[in-house]
Nanobody
Framework: QVHLVESGGGLVQPGGSLRLSCTAP????????MGWYRQAPGRQRDLVAA???????NYEDSVKGRFTISRDNAKNTVYLQMNSLKPADTAVYYC?????????WGQGTQVTVSS
């Protein structure tokens, strides 16, 4: 089974930027909205941004104006541009369909915002 593969995380100072990428199997990417989720230690996994196949986007309130989700339908890839990062954004970031329709989660990519 082809997996979701996230990349682009790292350690960044507050106010910095990162761009995450996720390559997904065509079986879930083509006809589904895709989302970026994050999970901080001791907390549940939450949706932070989503994008429909046609490009309509939606954001969790705390990231509005700072994060931008986009997708390349030809490459089965979804991106998350994260600007003005805050320590509260520290988490493991995952992608999956939105809503999740049962495809296994990938390993995620760690984002750490710290001075």
């Amino acid at each position: 089974q082809v997996h979701l593969v996230e990349s682009g995380g790292g350690l960044v100072q507050p106010g910095g930027s990162l761009r995450l990428s996720c390559t997904a199997p065509g079986s879930i990417f083509t006809d589904n909205a895709m989302g970026w989720y994050r999970q901080a230690p001791g907390r549940q996994r939450d949706l932070v941004a989503a994008i429909t196949p046609g490009g309509t986007t939606n954001y969790e309130d705390s990231v509005k104006g700072r994060f931008t989700i986009s997708r390349d339908n030809a490459k089965n890839t979804v991106y998350l541009q994260m600007n003005s990062l805050k320590p509260a954004d520290t988490a493991v970031y995952y992608c999956n369909s939105e809503p999740v329709v049962g495809h296994p989660w990938g390993q995620g990519t760690q984002v750490t915002v710290s001075s």
